[in-house]
């Protein structure tokens, strides 16, 4: 099955300062690459998603890079914020529905970002 | 908005006890999953379901079981609670994004 290591486990940061989270997938089979931030106390929330058919994707100061032949993808945040302090998950799946649709979760990264 | 509803927040259950939890969603999805959430270890999968009746084992299947009768309810069930299931379960629901619950934080004394 699916395996996801995620690089580092924690990240501090000053404010300003860019954020980067690694993750790697051992499927090759898998296509769809989501994102995931829960602050203290709540629910996981996706925030960015990208599919194998792109490299790159970006939304404002949030982006996401895949490399497909490495297995590899990685998080990107830019001028960080207080509020961007959270704990991020990457996730892998295949993504073609039914019995192939598993959703396979790296352990988190905690991203502290200091005022 | 979509909506993912766990039944309880907060459960204190006994040792050997049956223990049912139940989450609902709203959105008509296809996929459902049962996570469980513990420091350091992230996310592991349970079980999740891609079909009514349908379902499949996760990655740490032991000691649980599920149902899905009704395509928005989809059921996690502790055979015989034991000490070392005490721990934050999140139901989600997804067409491709998953949609998470609020969690049920389980105690077992």
């Known amino acids: 099955g699916e395996n996801v290591e995620q690089h580092p486990s924690t990240l501090s940061v000053q404010e300003g300062d860019s954020a980067v989270i690694k993750c790697t997938y051992s499927?090759?089979?898998?296509?769809?690459f989501p994102w995931y931030k829960q602050e203290l106390g709540k629910r996981p929330q996706l925030i960015i998603d990208i599919r194998s058919n792109v490299g790159e994707k970006k939304d404002q100061r949030i982006a996401v890079t895949l490399n497909k032949t490495a297995k590899h993808f990685s998080l990107h945040i830019t001028e960080t914020q207080p509020e961007d302090s959270a704990v991020y998950f990457c996730a892998a799946s295949q993504g073609s529905g039914g019995s192939n649709y598993k959703l396979t979760f790296g352990k988190g990264t905690l991203l502290t970002v200091n005022p | 908005d979509v909506k993912v509803t766990q039944s309880s927040r907060y459960l204190v259950k006994r040792t050997g006890e049956k223990v049912f939890l139940e989450c609902v969603q709203d959105?008509?999805?296809?996929?459902m999953f049962w996570y469980r959430q513990d420091p350091g270890l992230g996310l592991r999968l349970i079980y999740f379901s891609y079909d009514v009746k349908m379902k499949e084992k996760g990655d740490i299947p032991e000691g649980y079981s599920v149902s899905r009768e009704k395509k928005e309810r989809f059921s996690l069930i502790l055979e015989s609670a034991s000490t070392n299931q005490t721990s934050m379960y999140l139901c989600?629901?997804?067409?491709?994004?998953?949609?998470f619950g609020q969690g049920t934080r389980l105690t077992v004394v």
């Open positions: 499927d090759s089979a898998s296509n769809y």
């Open positions: 989600a629901s997804s067409p491709q994004e998953a949609f």
């Open positions: 959105m008509d999805h296809e996929n």
